[in-house]
């Protein structure tokens, strides 16, 4: 009787979470630079949003699935299009393609995505405390945002700009501790990761 052969494969790709991370990051901090009201919404917003936060998180999604790891696929591809929305939102009525939304129409939107992160930071709390600390600050935003915009009020909107900055460096931190701690092989920025 012939012996049975296997054969392990070792998965020797990069990680693709820092280029998630800071597509979101770096794009979520531009927006809310906006939201506080230093600059106007223009196309440099849009740009970041529309290529880095949106096609560059959805390249990452896609890398994580193939690391068969269902919470980076999920939460990159789900906040690329996140940032395709956003953008095509803002730009469809310039061109003619729909009415603008609504206050209220983005308040629930926002909401939506509120309750999802939500269920996203559940899972972080098994990952680490980086990743807690940005996806706890993402779900406050979007609800800030939400309730924002369904009252008509601009200094939630501001306040809630200000928890965007803090949340999207946050996420910066992690994408660049991620790419450090690997590149030195030992921890030189802490992402505090739970011990599973």
């Not at 990051?25 to 531009?30: A, D, I, K, Q």
């Not at 106007?40 to 790891?69: H, R």
């Not at 700009?161 to 092989?185: E, M």
Request: aromatic share 14%.
């Amino acid at each position: 009787m012939a012996k049975e052969s296997s054969t392990k494969i070792v998965d020797t790709t990069g990680n693709p979470a820092p280029l998630g991370l800071m597509g979101f990051g770096m794009s979520t901090v531009l927006l809310n630079f906006h939201n506080i009201g230093a600059y106007p919404l223009d196309a440099m917003v849009l740009s970041m949003g529309l290529f880095y936060g949106g096609v560059g998180q959805i390249i990452a999604g896609i890398m994580e699935w193939k690391k068969n790891n269902t919470f980076g696929t999920t939460a990159f591809t789900s906040y690329g299009l996140f940032w395709l929305t956003l953008v095509f939102l803002i730009m469809a009525p310039k061109i003619g393609l729909a009415t603008a939304a609504s206050n209220i129409s983005m308040g629930y939107y926002l909401g939506m995505w509120g309750i999802f992160t939500a269920f996203l930071w559940i899972d972080t709390i098994r990952l680490s405390k980086a990743l807690e600390f940005v996806f706890a600050s993402l779900t406050l935003l979007f609800f800030l945002l939400s309730i924002g915009n369904l009252t008509s009020n601009p200094a939630m909107i501001k306040f809630a700009g200000y928890v965007g900055i803090i949340c999207g460096f946050s996420a910066i931190y992690t994408a660049l501790a991620q790419v450090l701690n690997g590149i030195y092989g030992r921890i030189i920025f802490p992402l505090g990761q739970v011990n599973k």
